[in-house]
């Protein structure tokens, strides 16, 4: 299984980017996904997950700004960032929750980071 992140870049702050995350291999079927943030110096931190069914959750940093959504015909899942600051200036890591196999159990996998830079 991978995942696979795209979208990220350099966007001056009130700027826009949307990031994008690919899982392929070996899936039957993917429970949660979502993105978390590490900034130079900090941990990292969850931004949003959506389940299946498309019920997410926000970081309170980046709610009302940043919109969480997937397609689940192609194991996708998005990360519409509005409004950009300089403190959303992170690697990116797409997640997500999923088994192989009907009857497996179901594990974390990790893209390899987007860096999102938000600089005039």
């Known amino acids: 299984v991978q995942l696979q992140a795209s979208g990220g870049g350099l966007v001056q702050p009130g700027g826009s980017l949307r990031l994008s995350c690919a899982a392929s291999g070996s899936i039957f079927s993917i429970n949660v996904m979502g993105w978390y943030r590490q900034a130079p110096g900090k941990q990292r931190e969850l931004v949003a997950t959506?389940?299946?069914?498309?019920?997410?959750t926000y970081a309170a940093s980046v709610k009302g700004r940043f919109t969480i959504s997937r397609d689940n015909a192609r194991s996708t899942v998005y990360l519409q960032m509005n409004g950009l600051k300089p403190e959303d200036t992170a690697v990116y890591y797409c997640?997500?929750?999923?088994?192989?196999?009907?009857?497996?159990?179901?594990?974390?996998?990790w893209g390899q980071g987007a860096l999102v830079t938000v600089s005039s």
């Open positions: 959506i389940t299946g069914a498309g019920r997410t």
């Open positions: 997640s997500a929750d999923l088994r192989s196999r009907p009857h497996s159990t179901y594990n974390d996998y």
